[in-house]
């Protein structure tokens, strides 16, 4: 009968943990248990991730520190011509640039007067020009238009190798918008009068809800794609719809037939223009109307000029990535023109998980019917040289890629919703000593360090321009009534102006270089002959006083002139300036080239105003773009990371589940408990430290971790709710002789431990509240058992939380460190450290209190004795009354230091035993040798302050002039201790030690000691 129970309760805690597994199973298999993959996913990259970070790879960073120094954003497209330019001036091999250029921008004008205000720059580099304003009225207007979008794509044509964006709302790899307007279309060309129904059965897969919006969208873009000048009110007529409706979605369905009208309209006419489109599409509207059709035709012509040149890289639409890649909503790509100059573009887009944190990106995506790369991929498949026309799928989802030569292949799976999982560079010593941070990863460039260059070179076209300004003042003296010639020269500097800038940028085609050329050719004698002009004038009016009004602002401009342009030798102090900062250029540039000669520069906002920051697994916070840079690395490095199969986590779910359960089933609950932490110990440690960093595959191992735990302890309580009460009925006996914490202790151990006497090295502890009988005598009761209680609680707490046996006395408590069935290696520490913890605690018990005990418990003063030494430590009583505690010499001497605190007027008593096995961790005050009441031996006795990095130094100082007291004392130098004691006296009258040894020595100066005196002073009371 009872080995039939024994084996119910067996069974019955195998069923209970079969049942937790396979339950957890189906949790996993219904993706309940996903954050829990999450979390050991990120805990394997950001602790033991081995991906080495390519030296290839530089962040450019727009910091905030650009965006004070340089200008805030957005930047003038000029601007970023220059940064393009230095940056392939600087040797990049490629320049992925995570900015938006969506929207074109409005010319600047480049006026050979003065910068405009918003584009001015602040710098001591800029000669400036005083008292320019008092001849501003004479400076000749000479500006050119400056056509930043124009000066951008010329740059990145230029450098041959600049990746933009596009960007796009992320749908679902089962949502292809672009697929059902196309079988809406196809359908209701074939069919106008289709039903509702047959129109979503027949559109293919799609969201049913929105099958009503689907069907009035198709319907209306029908018209639209017929006569798109169709008013709101003609659609409602022409479809029976109500005119509200109608209005709601008339907007966007514009939108789309536009764009649809456009596109088609330039694939049969490739070369029309703005103009002819709008001819052909909205007949009979003037083009100068500028009618609100005419504005959405307008925006689709430009996204069709767009689209040719965004989507000129687009990958075979290979039916294999149907229903794989994710799908790409309202495509924003950039302006045709930097679009047209790109090496490629790509889409930025990429979205955060359930939790907001980044863990994949999509590399492909379907967007208008064109499968489109991502903007980093598109940098990684040119550098890797991978065949993007022979993009393979296997395993349903695993693209499959290769270079153009066979030698390398990758094979990158892809989650559900069509995203790749990102492989991070974790820094493997972080500069700061502390957590990675993402700036530690790859190498960083501050855009200002490279901006320098630009700057340098706009401050040298200002300081031109300036001095243009002065010789065309020259000129128009010189040819004052000449306005012909004037006009000419005028002419002449405009167009010099405008190619200065396109000469100065690396891109300049030949042609202009030669033209300016000649133009500085025609213009420089004419300066030159003002130049002279000017100094013959400045000589004749030498001396001169001017006739008349007119006449005397000619003479003062004349001075004017000639002291910028000569007296001040302002032109040789322009010219040498201009030549320090190319000497300045060329340094920079040189420095630069070591930087990024041959690298792939990642270009984006890191400044905290600008950046799209993101969380991911190893970051907080982390700027977008370095997203883009990992995707890079993990395809440089070909180390993709990737999830164990479902099956594989199932049968690892399962076979620690079933294990524990077989243990904890048959097994006490410590052993079990053991098996456990081996079981999962070893389960984390091969998924982290062998799979992960050799095979970057990603275990689901938290979830077997978590399982295994609730089944062991499932398990366990149900055992102690059947099985353990023999235990349970034997901890509650013991529990009327000791703690419930002690208890139940001894009961786990009861099979392993002794519990007679036994001999054992411990620290006793005995404190007492000084005059707490007194103040019971006057509050009564029920005050002083309130006020006791919070006392003896607050105390209680904190010896057992240091591993110490104790007892009530009262208001007395004696305590004892390292029992047998309790151990504490490094006992006389903690028994110091428990004193300094309960003293804190009264003070802090005294500041909490509340009105009712304020009075009484500020007036509490708390002794303690602590001695180190042997005892007999067991149970010990009678038959109806035992006690776990210890006896021994040992624990009368810790009673009697504690007495003892009252003659030396201390709080904490500590024998020399004691002080010795507490280490060095604590300091200490010297009190000399001490004779206690009933004791024939003395015992060096200590004061004990507190931590030794918290006693302040004059209490460290005061404790050494008494120590040195002592000394004198201890060698029976009498006045010698008389004095340094006094001195004592005077610096802490209230030291009763000093009074108990100046007693001593007043004494003993009178009678000397007897001989083989112990050098000690003697208490005869307890």
């Not at 790859?442 to 300036?466: C, D, G, L, M, S």
């Not at 009004?549 to 102090?573: C, M, N, P, T």
């Amino acid at each position: 009968m009872a080995n039939f129970g024994w084996m119910r309760k067996r069974l019955l805690g195998l069923a209970v943990g079969t049942t937790l597994t396979v339950l957890t199973v189906v949790a996993y298999l219904a993706g309940w248990l996903a954050p829990l993959e999450r979390i050991y996913l990120d805990y394997n990259f950001k602790h033991f991730n081995k991906l080495d970070a390519d030296p290839r790879i530089v962040m450019i960073d727009i910091n905030d520190l650009a965006l004070e120094r340089i200008e805030r954003w957005p930047w003038p497209r000029d601007y970023q011509a220059d940064l393009v330019d230095v940056l392939s001036e600087s040797g990049a091999a490629a320049i992925l640039l995570d900015l938006v250029y969506s929207e074109p921008t409005r010319p600047t004008f480049d006026d050979a007067r003065a910068e405009p205000a918003s584009r001015r720059r602040a710098s001591d580099e800029i000669l400036t020009d005083p008292g320019y304003d008092s001849v501003e009225d004479q400076c000749i207007p000479m500006t050119s238009a400056v056509q930043g979008d124009v000066e951008l794509a010329d740059a990145i044509r230029s450098a041959g190798n600049v990746y933009v964006a596009m960007f796009f709302g992320l749908e679902p790899p089962a949502y292809d918008l672009g697929r059902i307007r196309r079988s809406a279309r196809a359908l209701l060309d074939e069919n106008p009068d289709v039903d509702v129904i047959t129109f979503g059965n027949a559109i293919g897969p799609h969201d049913p809800s929105r099958t009503l919006l689907y069907y009035a969208h198709a319907r209306m873009d029908r018209l639209l794609r017929q006569d798109f000048g169709l008013t709101a009110e003609d659609i409602a007529e022409r479809l029976n719809m109500n005119i509200d409706e109608v209005r709601v979605h008339i907007s966007r369905v514009k939108e789309v037939a536009a764009r649809y009208l456009v596109r088609h309209y330039l694939k049969d006419h490739p070369d029309a223009d703005k103009e002819e489109v709008f001819g052909a599409l909205l007949p009979g509207v003037p083009v100068t109307l500028q009618s609100p059709d005419q504005k959405d035709l307008e925006i689709a012509y430009y996204a069709a000029l767009a689209g040719r040149y965004g989507f000129a890289h687009e990958l075979p639409a290979s039916p294999a990535l149907d229903g794989v890649i994710p799908n790409g909503s309202q495509p924003t790509l950039p302006i045709y023109e930097i679009a047209r100059e790109a090496k490629q573009v790509g889409f930025v887009s990429f979205d955060k998980e359930a939790d907001g944190v980044v863990r994949h990106i999509p590399l492909l995506a379907r967007t208008d019917g064109h499968v489109v790369m991502q903007i980093a991929f598109a940098l990684a498949t040119d550098v890797l040289d991978i065949d993007t026309q022979d993009v393979r799928v296997e395993d349903e989802r695993t693209l499959v890629l290769h270079d153009h030569a066979g030698a390398a292949t990758w094979h990158i799976p892809l989650a559900a919703d069509g995203t790749m999982m990102l492989n991070w560079h974790v820094p493997e010593h972080p500069v700061s000593g502390g957590p990675p941070n993402w700036y530690q990863s790859f190498t960083h460039v501050p855009v200002a360090y490279v901006w320098e260059v630009a700057h340098n070179r706009r401050t040298i076209h200002q300081n031109n321009k300036r001095l243009g300004v002065l010789l065309g003042q020259a000129v128009q003296l010189m040819l004052r009534g000449a306005d012909a010639a004037w006009n000419d020269y005028a002419e002449r500097v405009n167009r010099e102006n405008q190619l200065r800038r396109r000469v100065a940028r690396r891109h300049a085609d030949p042609a202009a270089q030669k033209e300016l050329e000649q133009l500085l050719a025609a213009t420089q004698p004419v300066e030159q002959q003002a130049l002279a002009n000017l100094e013959r004038s400045y000589g004749e009016i030498a001396g001169l006083e001017p006739e008349s009004e007119d006449e005397a602002k000619l003479f003062a401009h004349v001075r004017e002139l000639y002291s910028r342009l000569i007296g001040d030798d302002g032109i040789k102090q322009i010219e040498q300036h201009n030549r320090d900062l190319e000497a300045r250029i060329a340094e920079r540039l040189a420095a630069l080239k070591e930087k990024l000669d041959g690298k792939l520069c990642f270009v984006g906002h890191t400044a905290s105003a600008q950046a799209d920051m993101v969380n991911t697994p190893v970051y907080d916070n982390m700027p977008g773009v370095m997203a883009h840079a990992n995707l890079v690395n993990t395809l440089l490095e070909n180390r993709v990371p990737r999830t164990a199969s479902r099956a594989a986590n199932v049968a690892l779910i399962l076979v620690t589940g079933l294990l524990i359960t077989a243990l904890a089933s048959s097994r006490g609950p410590w052993v079990t408990l053991i098996s456990v932490l081996v079981l999962t110990t070893a389960t984390g440690a091969i998924s982290s430290l062998i799979i992960w960093p050799r095979y970057i595959v990603n275990v689901a191992a938290l979830i077997p971790i978590v399982s295994t735990f609730v089944i062991w302890a499932l398990i366990t309580l149900y055992r102690q709710l059947t099985e353990m009460r023999h235990r349970r009925s034997l901890t509650r006996e013991l529990s009327r002789n000791t703690s419930p914490a002690i208890a139940a202790q001894i009961t786990e151990q009861i099979e392993n431990f002794e519990l007679k006497p036994r001999p054992a090295d411990v620290t006793c502890y005995f404190s007492d509240l000084q005059g707490f009988t007194n103040i019971s005598e006057r509050l009564g009761v029920e005050r002083t058992t309130a006020i006791l209680n919070s006392y003896l609680g607050a105390m209680g707490e904190v010896l057992i939380e240091y591993r110490a046996f104790n007892k009530f006395m009262g208001d007395g408590i004696f305590a004892f460190f390292n029992a047998p069935i309790w151990p504490v290696e490094d006992h006389a520490r903690i028994g110091c450290e428990a004193a300094l913890v309960t003293l804190a605690k009264l003070d802090a018990l005294k500041r909490s209190a509340g009105n009712g005990f304020a009075a009484e418990l500020g007036s509490l003063w708390m002794r303690i004795g602590l001695h180190t030494g042997p005892v007999f430590v067991g149970y010990f009583g009678s038959e109806n009354q035992t006690d776990y505690t210890c006896i021994g010499d040992t624990v009368n001497l810790a009673a009697r230091l504690e007495s003892a605190n009252k003659a030396f007027g201390t709080q904490v008593l500590v024998s020399g035993a004691a002080r010795e096995a507490a280490g060095d961790g604590y300091a200490f005050r010297t009190l000399g040798a001490l004779q206690v009441a009933g004791k024939a031996q003395a015992v060096p006795v200590f004061e004990l302050l507190g931590r030794t990095p918290e006693v302040s130094s004059d209490r460290l100082e005061y404790a050494a002039r008494f120590a040195e007291a002592v000394e004198a004392f201890q060698q029976q130098r009498w006045d010698v201790a008389r004095t340094r004691f006094q001195a004592c006296g005077a610096a802490r009258p209230q030291d009763a030690a000093v009074g108990l040894y100046l007693s001593a020595v007043e004494q003993f100066s009178e009678a000397a000691p007897p001989t083989g005196w112990n050098q000690a002073i003697e208490l005869r009371t307890k």
